[in-house]
């Protein structure tokens, strides 16, 4: 039997993709190494509207959506380790893998060619999995994090996504002392990927099209505030200086890309953590020919990192720029996302019985 009621904020029509309403949903069956939480506090995500709008193609519906989940354990299976009831504890967009491949046994089991997402996927009893805009959730430990007592739940919930898709790139690619590092689009994942770029220790260069947000980029602690245009004239005081860049830029329409890799140093890497609706624009191998650069990609992060990250962030009182607002707000918070009114996370919170 389940210790808490799951129900949760549920889409149930892409067409009418703010509309939520709350359902009762079944869980997955509770396993020995499984933990269920008692949600207080969930982030809003841009990966939430992509999958309700229909986006990132068909979805399961009715479904909960949200994977910036933090709050009580109630629940511990008999193998977990390292958890007991009444622990604070979060789960981020990965709640399953198989546990067995190359990629789980090396610390990279966000790659598992078997990963299971933390909603809209289904478990291996056939489950459909719903997310963080609800009263629970059970997951295997390894997909679970414990909160570092520093950090409060409402600043930890969004960095089990957006912080933790930075900061994997940013660690995985050698950001820190001596080390210049371009953030392209400071939304939810850029102003992450400045406090913790600047946490590392690397010299940080912002790219931002949106002059409004150079005062609060300056007090993010970024190094350098650029303001870009989509013919790419910002970047040519700026050839072969970056040495890493992670773009978080939703939008591939007018992306100036071959701008942005000239900016690299020698083989210099370009991570995009931002997933566009559409495709990037068209590249030719004399793009990366000049400075022998790399365009890669990473999919959020492994348990290692988390742990790492909620670290860091407790330690260095890291402190995002969010904005809390109760769970029946889900519409308002979704709708804003989708037009960019936020500065620069919303995290709901609790409020259903």
């Known amino acids: 039997m389940s210790s808490v009621e799951f129900k949760g904020y549920a889409i149930s029509d892409p067409k009418?993709?703010?509309?939520?309403n709350v359902i009762e949903f079944k869980p997955k069956e509770f396993e020995d190494t499984d933990i269920e939480i008692a949600i207080t506090h969930c982030g809003v995500c841009g990966s939430d509207v992509h999958t309700i709008t229909g986006g990132w193609g068909e979805a399961p519906f009715p479904l909960v959506v949200g994977h910036e989940v933090v709050g009580k354990v109630t629940r511990v299976g008999s193998k977990v380790k390292g958890f007991k009831v009444g622990d604070r504890a979060g789960i981020g967009a990965q709640i399953g893998s198989c546990y067995s491949c190359r990629a789980c046994k090396t610390d990279n089991e966000n790659y598992c060619p078997k990963s299971i997402s933390t909603y809209a996927s289904k478990y291996p009893d056939g489950t459909l999995a719903q997310g963080g805009y609800s009263t629970a959730i059970r997951g295997n430990e390894q997909f679970v994090f414990a909160i570092p007592d520093k950090l409060e739940s409402r600043d930890a919930a969004s960095m089990l996504c957006a912080?933790?898709?930075v900061f994997s790139p940013l660690k995985r690619n050698g950001a820190g002392p001596g080390k210049k590092v371009g953030i392209v689009g400071i939304g939810g994942l850029g102003h992450y990927a400045i406090l913790f770029g600047k946490a590392l220790g690397a010299e940080i260069y912002a790219f931002t099209h949106n002059k409004d947000k150079v005062e609060d980029i300056k007090k993010m602690g970024a190094d350098h505030v650029v303001v870009t245009d989509d013919k790419g004239k910002f970047a040519k005081d700026l050839a072969q200086t970056l040495d890493l860049i992670v773009?978080?830029?939703d939008v591939a329409e007018g992306m100036p890309l071959q701008q942005y890799l000239s900016m690299l140093w020698v083989h210099g890497r370009f991570?995009?953590?931002g997933?566009?609706?559409k495709p990037l624009p068209q590249l030719s191998p004399f793009d990366f020919n000049p400075n022998g650069c790399y365009l890669g990609s990473t999919h959020i992060g492994s348990k290692k990192e988390a742990?790492?990250?909620l670290q860091l962030a407790a330690d260095k009182?890291?402190?995002p720029w969010i904005e809390e607002l109760p769970m029946k707000e889900a519409k308002q918070a979704v709708e804003r996302l989708k037009r960019n009114d936020v500065r620069y996370r919303f995290v709901l919170t609790q409020d259903l019985a």
């Open 317 to 319: 009182n890291i402190k």
């Open 247 to 249: 773009s978080t830029r």
């Open 16 to 20: 009418n993709w703010s509309d939520f």
């Open 275 to 277: 997933l566009p609706d």
């Open 271 to 273: 991570v995009t953590v």
């Open 307 to 309: 742990i790492e990250m």
């Open 163 to 165: 912080g933790l898709t």
